[in-house]
């Protein structure tokens, strides 16, 4: 694939996935593709996922949905660009359907984390939500607790928990696509309204090591040794750099465990920077402080994460 | 037809005195059912405050030291406090 069919990632926005779990790109896709996908739709009702493609898991994305409605979705350069800088380009997939929500439901679906629980701690799947049309709050879109991918839970064992502080459902113009984390935690809303509702998901899986994928060419050694500041600097917003507001930012529903979670988005922007010894603040350098008699903290100099030196 | 309301608090730490992160509730005395997702706001500040309000404590979690190597994890919500109120049945 030619790297003008994709935009990549920049640093800051895939610091946003890591600290949010999710990118959201509103009104991307054409009105006229999404017509064409809301008339398959209705034209297929109930058999609409028999008459999506078929795929065996583990199909390399690049094989997918060739030739279909579907392919000018997860093709189009900006999802294509995230998937890349996520995965990489040898993802593969795992599975898809379309959503659908009647309209006058009854209830809501619990709060879940797709699929089980998931152990992998140097690897992660993303999901690609496409919203064909306009999602108003009466039609129930998508909720989701911003911040929660990085629990480790059992699908619906957290069902019975109602409402967080925080808590988000996907209100969004037509053509809007989300990219989640494989752990966020979400459920469908109750649709109120008269209108069925559609979200088409895709699941990929990665095939290579999820570091540095994304446009790099805005980061460097000397920016990285920055974002390790005195402890809750990083939240402040008065540094020039977003990345470590951003990946400091802590929830409204976060509760005395919201410190373990800055703990766990440093761990997984290590994994993603490639780069074992990086920090933000000073929280993982206090617990590493000592532990193989040697300093973790490094400067600027000594600082080794395989990205340019210059700018 | 004596009834149970549930409510269901998730507070910001131990102790019954903090903040309300997340909470639910289940009413067995009326027809009025809770959906997941349909309130932003949460029905008191703090535990403190349904107990104020007539919420009869019944469960709070256990403290448990943390796993050895697994200190740092985080899954479900710690801090749960499982309040009732005893009513009557009105309706269907």
């Known amino acids: ?311 | 037809m004596q009834c149970q309301q549930l409510l269901v608090l998730y507070l910001f730490d131990s102790a019954l005195d903090s903040k309300v992160v997340a909470w639910s509730r289940w009413d067995g005395c009326s027809d009025q059912d809770h959906y997941a997702g349909e309130e932003d706001r949460p029905p008191y500040p703090t535990g403190l405050d349904a107990l104020k309000d007539g919420w009869r404590l019944i469960q709070m979690n256990p403290l448990l030291p943390p796993v050895k190597g697994d200190e740092y994890t985080t899954s479900v919500l710690k801090y749960e406090f499982l309040f009732e109120k005893l009513g009557e049945r009105v309706g269907g």
């Open chain 1, 1 to 311: 694939m030619e790297d003008k069919e994709s935009a990549l990632l920049n640093t800051e926005q895939v610091a946003h996935f890591v600290a949010e779990g999710l990118l959201c790109f509103e009104s991307l896709i054409p009105e006229k593709i999404n017509q064409e996908f809301l008339c398959f739709a209705e034209e297929a009702q109930e058999e609409v996922n028999s008459k999506i493609p078929k795929h065996l898991p583990g199909t390399p994305f690049t094989e997918c949905l060739r030739e279909t409605l579907l392919e000018s979705v997860i093709r189009h350069p900006r999802i294509q660009g995230a998937i890349f800088s996520l995965l990489g380009r040898g993802s593969v997939f795992d599975h898809h359907h379309v959503h659908i929500t009647y309209p006058k439901s009854m209830t809501a679906q619990h709060n879940h984390q797709d699929s089980t629980i998931d152990p992998r701690e140097k690897a992660f799947d993303i999901q690609i939500l496409y919203f064909p049309q306009r999602v108003t709050a009466s039609m129930g879109g998508t909720r989701y607790i911003p911040g929660s991918h990085l629990r480790k839970v059992h699908e619906s064992q957290i069902a019975r928990y109602q409402n967080f502080l925080g808590q988000v459902r996907v209100c969004c113009p037509s053509g809007t696509v989300m990219v989640l984390h494989h752990g966020l935690w979400h459920g469908g809303g109750r649709n109120t309204s008269d209108r069925k509702r559609y979200m088409y998901k895709l699941r990929l899986q990665p095939t290579e090591k999820q570091s540095l994928l994304w446009d790099t060419s805005d980061l460097n050694e000397e920016r990285i040794c920055k974002w390790r500041q005195p402890i809750f600097q990083g939240s402040h917003n008065n540094q020039k750099d977003p990345v470590p507001s951003i990946l400091m930012r802590k929830q409204p529903w976060f509760d005395n465990e919201g410190r373990l979670e800055l703990i766990n988005r440093i761990k997984f922007w290590r994994l993603l920077l490639g780069s074992p010894e990086m920090d933000v603040d000073y929280w993982m350098s206090r617990l590493e402080q000592g532990q193989s008699g040697k300093s973790p903290v490094k400067s600027p100099q000594e600082h080794s994460v395989g990205v340019r030196r210059d700018v």
